[in-house]
């Protein structure tokens, strides 16, 4: 099951995400209005499916034809891609995304912290994303 949406901010689009459900999630979450509202607050507060982690890797790509007309941009050009896979608690993948941001309206931003799991040293992550304003925006 695939959600498209294009977010937008200051009314101009600045990402488009691509997100894969298995199917019985997929099924209730064709049942509500998803215009306005947060993917993750459905999954965890209305179908009872609380995230716990997520995998990701951030590089670039160029902007295929339907991306470009979607995010207006030229086709080729250089686009941020967000490739995630989200897991409930316990342990089961929730959804697998690709997110495509214009480079020149997003920023990606995150704390990266140190923690010690069972003695081992391992780096763990807080990251959050802002939509760049528009001048005058």
């Given amino acids: 099951f695939e959600i498209v949406r294009v977010r937008t901010a200051d009314d101009i689009a600045v990402a488009v995400e691509e ?7 997929g099924e209730e979450l064709a049942r509500r209005d998803l215009t306005n509202i947060s993917l993750t607050a459905v999954l ?41 896979t989200a897991h409930l608690e316990d342990g089961r993948a929730c959804y697998a995304s690709h997110g495509h941001y214009r480079p020149d309206r997003y920023t990606y931003r995150g704390w990266i912290e ?16 802002t939509p760049k304003s528009t001048p005058g925006g």
Avoid: C, K, M, W
Wanted: aromatic share 4%; proline share 9%; hydrophobic share 45%.
């Fill in 19 to 25: 997100v894969y459900f298995p199917r019985s999630i």
């Fill in 44 to 84: 965890e507060l209305e179908l009872g499916l609380p995230l716990a982690r997520a995998f990701q890797v951030i590089g670039t790509t160029p902007a295929r034809a339907r991306l470009a007309v979607l995010l207006d941009v030229r086709r080729g050009s250089p686009l941020l891609h967000i490739e995630r």
């Fill in 114 to 129: 140190r923690r010690h799991p069972r003695g081992l040293p391992s780096l763990g992550g807080n990251v959050a994303a």
